[in-house]
């Protein structure tokens, strides 16, 4: 029976419901994603941007609205944004909200519907806040067509809402989908979007995203399917399922709702997810939230950050996201990163079991806190590699300096960047930034290796402070 394995204590994922094995690197996304963890939630905000009104499907229990701020349910939104406006929002609350973690895109509609500005979004979000996870929530259907775009921008998560496999059930949920400019309707349309659904959700997983699975749980046409559901997306790759609820109140104007189609009871969804739960993982602690949701889960701050209030000038994001990782890390380790030898380290691996990569060929770097409370991860920053050299960062591999200082600036508050190899050139730069650069570490276990050069720190400081020798440099 596999299961989820991570550095952090509370990921949320070690129950004894079956699940996918994820790698440590994965377990630590998990624990700080509050839609993933059920233990995150209560420590980490998420925000949705709401940059895409249309969808190319048609469901029975959806009915967008815009510029509507009195419901809470999936598809309602107060305004919809542009990607620019998106960004600079997503700047404005990342630096008013130090726990937000987590970035994503789940409508109105549905953001592959909407891939120019879905993408455009997506790509000006990575680079303007480099230290932040982006999420995607898809129903699916042109999901193939973009797996590897998504994971060039680095989406690690992504939500797929799955509500059927067997064709003539999924007829009674969809009406019609619009794929490659024509309409389909009827058992066409349904094994059509079933079909792109598993492959998109099998490459997905093959590329090593996490994919959390949302079932709606509608009583007479689904409930009794969706254990099916749990284990065959179980055996595509997918890691939880979340069963939710229908929404189904007349006054929402959706299909269901005229129909007079009953909403599930909480001892009918809790009875399907125990029964899902014998195949994977379930999350029982989503909120349905709105395609603009911001905060904490259940703390919806949305109409707190209007656009009418967002500056059109932002300054620097750097000292912003300095004081986002310091604050992190202060919530990972109950505090003990605040104690006077604790600091924070960068450490350059592929999937969090081993420091792996090369400095110049490394296209994000995990940010730990290292202190009394241990080695905890507290997130990542995205940069793009400055070395083109296939194994050397020697100067013809070099791209203009510039980029060089720009990945030095990323991390200036580490106290030191750990990794397999790194050139003269950077290996200096790093110095004079007052950064340590480690490679005595080198395909060993992160953990242990970071332990390790904490514990020689302190003794180095000790030495240092009662005059005995100076401090050496590097991992004993």
């Known amino acids: 029976m596999a299961s989820c394995h991570s550095s952090s204590s509370n990921s949320g994922c070690g129950s004894s419901s079956p699940g996918v094995s994820l790698t440590p690197l994965q377990a630590d996304k998990v624990a700080q994603h509050p839609c993933y963890s059920r233990f995150a939630h209560h420590r980490y905000a998420r925000m949705h941007l709401a940059v895409a009104p249309a969808c190319n499907l048609q469901c029975h229990y959806c009915n967008r609205k815009y510029d509507c701020s009195n419901e809470s349910r999936p598809g309602v939104v107060s305004e919809v944004l542009s990607p620019a406006e998106a960004i600079a929002k997503a700047r404005h609350v990342a630096a008013a909200l130090p726990q937000l973690s987590v970035i994503g895109i789940a ?29 995607l929530s898809t129903n699916g259907l042109a999901l193939p067509d973009v797996v590897d775009r998504l994971v060039d921008i680095g989406v690690d998560h992504v939500t797929v809402t799955v509500n059927a496999l067997d064709v003539d059930i999924a007829t009674q949920i969809y009406p019609w989908l619009w794929f490659d400019g024509e309409r389909l309707e009827g058992r066409e349309a349904a094994a059509l979007l079933l079909e792109r659904q598993q492959e998109g959700i099998r490459r997905l997983t093959a590329r090593g995203v996490l994919v959390k699975i949302n079932s709606v749980l509608i009583p007479g046409i689904n409930d009794r399917h969706l254990p099916a559901v749990s284990e065959k997306v179980r055996e595509w790759g997918a890691f939880l399922h979340n069963v939710m609820p229908l929404i189904s109140q007349p006054e929402h104007g959706t299909v269901y709702g005229l129909r007079g189609q009953p909403e599930p009871t909480a001892g009918e969804v809790d009875e399907v997810r125990r029964l899902c739960g014998g195949s994977m993982q379930q999350m029982a602690h989503c909120q349905q939230c709105r395609a603009d949701a911001i905060g904490m889960l259940g703390e919806d701050r949305s109409q707190s950050f209007p656009m009418s209030a967002i500056p059109r000038n932002a300054g620097s994001y750097l000292p912003v996201m300095r004081r986002r990782a310091q604050i992190q890390a202060g919530i990972a380790s109950q505090g003990e990163s605040e104690s006077p030898d604790a600091c924070l380290v960068a450490v350059a691996t592929s999937h969090g079991a081993a420091i792996d990569e090369h400095f110049g060929h490394a296209r994000r770097f995990q940010i730990y806190s290292v202190s009394a409370a241990g080695v905890i991860p507290i997130g990542e920053r995205f940069t793009p590699p400055f070395c083109t050299g296939k194994t050397d960062c020697d100067d ?5 300096e510039l980029r060089l200082d ?12 750990f990794c397999a190899r790194i050139g003269m050139g950077p290996w200096q730069r790093l110095e004079q930034a007052g950064i340590e650069p480690c490679v005595g570490g080198a ?34």
């Open 396 to 400: 013809e591999a070099l791209q203009p």
């Open 107 to 135: 409508g109105p509609g549905d953001p592959l519907a909407n891939i120019a500005r879905t993408f455009k979004t997506l790509e000006g979000l990575r680079l303007a806040l480099p230290d932040m996870k982006l999420c």
């Open 406 to 417: 720009a990945v030095v600036d990323l991390l200036a508050d580490v106290a030191a960047v």
């Open 443 to 476: 395909w060993q276990p992160v953990a242990a290796t970071l332990g390790q050069w904490w514990r020689q720190r302190g003794k180095e400081t000790d030495a240092v402070a009662t005059g005995q020798g100076p401090a050496i440099k590097g991992v004993a």
